[in-house]
């Protein structure tokens, strides 16, 4: 069809800046990085780039925690670098995502520091202070979503304020029209030098119930979960308000042309997909769909879910799907990496907008980070739950010389242990690699339009065989994915196969053991 959105047509690729690639020495990667790999990526076949925070920060949370909405890092480069890197990508095509961090700030922001200087500061409102509870405490029992209570004590000026995330980082008052007019003059600039859209960092969550209710409690929580499931955010994420707002950014967007919006909301189906907005007050254009990442690795569980979502979109509500991210285990640790071959085709035949992680197209899969290199914020404050994020976030392997071509000196985490044979030199001529691979899931999907915008229809989810047709006109692709290591019979695929997960071709009617084809 037609004159359809680039974010409709496109595959999206997520960069972790700090750990792409280090132009200067320093172990972190930099804009000047990424602009000397962008060759790379135009290669491997995706459209956008989605570039994690690289905006001035403490670096509390690893750029979540923003100092400054209209600036570059120093540790990343400088606007110069900046505006050349939107130059280069747009030159190759390409169209560059910036991370949007409205719900909190730095604690070093300089509204911050001018808000907690004292109740009557023109900015104390920017931000949200609440008195102590009748007993001295928080005044209510919201949890940080890195353990905690959500609330800080200021001694100076004897409030509490209120951070959903770190307490590096306060959330902002979006009901205050002064700083929500500062907001969209920071997405106003960066769209002015020309960026083509803006992932929005826990959109759900940027206004809160007037008069701070108490969240109900989890009856089924236990100390060995995390923290912030002792109680439901019932009152602190997903207001009404939140939806207004998100429809006036979407306004924004929108008198500037082709830009895309994607909201990271974790929430239901049903309250998902109202991030959608309507035909005639739309919101976010992708609502981020992380269900893939969430649930468990199921043929039958999978099946469920894609026909949920897909009967959860609104009529004009486009699809879009991920299996991993800077905050997800990696997927090929999490399914093994056989498995992560049948991830990658699944990812890459659905119907909608597919996001792509940094590293997952090498199958860069369980990593040890060694208890003095841990780096997260949220492992940090609950170490031995398992949620430490720092090995998703290895720099990339580039090539088999000195810290793998990611920098001249020892990078900021370690790298995969396995990167001498898993790095992106190594793999680019291997016919078996995951590398190939995606190169050809990336190149097949280009070429069928049928896999981007034809109909899902499943055809069986059970026995550990997912299979289901895609069709535009005259069109059909069937899609088999073994969920097994055993061979599975599929007497139902017609046609020849157009790719398999593996190499060489199995005995018909049959899949192989971890075997995905397209067959058309
Ligand atoms: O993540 C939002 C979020 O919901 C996280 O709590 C996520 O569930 C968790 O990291 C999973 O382990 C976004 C960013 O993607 C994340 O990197 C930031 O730390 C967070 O917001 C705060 O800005």
Redesign the pocket.
């Known amino acids: 069809t037609p004159n359809r959105p680039w974010w409709e047509t496109g595959v999206v690729y997520q960069i972790y800046p700090r750990s792409f690639q280090d132009s200067g020495d320093d172990g972190i990667g930099d804009l000047a990085g990424i602009e000397r790999r962008l060759n790379y990526v135009f290669d491997l076949g995706v459209d956008a780039i989605w570039l994690s925070p690289i905006f001035p920060s403490p670096m509390a949370?690893f750029g979540?925690d923003v100092a400054d909405y209209c600036g570059i890092d120093p540790m990343f480069g400088d606007i110069v670098a900046f505006d050349r890197l939107v130059a280069a990508a747009h030159a190759r095509g390409l169209k560059i995502i910036l991370d949007f961090?409205p719900?909190?700030s730095s604690d070093q922001h300089p509204w911050f520091v001018e808000s907690r200087s004292s109740r009557d500061n023109p900015r104390r409102d920017w931000y949200i202070w609440a008195d102590a509870g009748p007993d001295g405490g928080p005044p209510n029992n919201w949890i940080s979503?890195f353990a905690g209570s959500s609330w800080e004590w200021d001694a100076r000026t004897e409030q509490f304020y209120l951070h959903a995330?770190l307490k590096e980082?306060p959330d902002l008052n979006w009901r205050n029209p002064a700083l929500k007019a500062a907001m969209f003059d920071a997405m106003r600039f960066w769209f002015d030098r020309g960026v083509d859209g803006f992932r929005i960092?826990?959109l759900w969550h940027i206004v809160k119930a007037k008069g701070f209710p108490d969240n109900p409690v989890n009856p089924g929580w236990t100390p060995e979960m995390n923290a912030r499931d002792q109680v439901f955010q019932k009152y602190s994420t997903d207001q009404p308000e939140a939806h207004q707002i998100a429809a006036e950014m979407r306004a924004l967007a929108d008198s500037y042309g082709a830009r895309v919006l994607i909201g990271?909301i974790?929430l239901p189906n049903e309250r998902h997909a109202k991030w959608f907005g309507t035909p005639d007050r739309p919101e976010v254009h992708l609502p981020f769909n992380f269900q893939l990442i969430e649930n468990e690795w199921n043929a039958e569980r999978i099946g469920q879910l894609i026909i949920d979502y897909e009967a959860s979109l609104p009529a004009d509500g486009w699809p879009n799907w991920v299996v991993g991210?800077?905050?997800?285990p990696r997927i090929a640790a999490r399914i093994g990496e056989a498995q992560a071959r049948v991830a990658a085709m699944l990812l890459l035949t659905l119907r909608g907008t597919p996001t792509l992680y940094q590293g997952d197209e090498l199958g860069i899969g369980k990593v040890d980070i060694p208890p003095d290199r841990v780096r997260d914020p949220?492992e940090l404050r609950q170490p031995g739950l398992g949620?430490g994020?720092d090995r998703s976030r290895t720099p990339m392997p580039w090539n088999g010389s000195c810290h793998a071509g990611f920098s001249s000196v020892e990078p900021w985490l370690p790298l995969n242990s396995d990167w001498k044979e898993r790095n992106v030199a190594a793999e680019a001529d291997k016919a078996r690699s995951m590398l190939t691979l995606y190169r050809r899931l990336l190149s097949v999907r280009r070429s069928t339009p049928a896999l981007n915008e034809g109909t899902f229809t499943l055809i069986r989810a059970d026995n550990d065989v997912l299979m289901f047709e895609r069709k535009l006109g005259r069109v059909r692709r069937t899609i088999a994915l073994n969920f097994s290591n055993e061979p599975r019979r599929i007497d139902s695929a017609r046609g020849k196969v157009i790719l398999s997960t593996l190499e060489g071709v199995g005995a018909s009617g049959e899949l192989r053991g971890n075997e995905g084809v397209i067959v058309g």
């Open positions: 949370d979540y961090v719900n909190h979503d995330f980082q960092d826990v990271e974790f991210s800077h905050d997800a949220q949620l994020r």
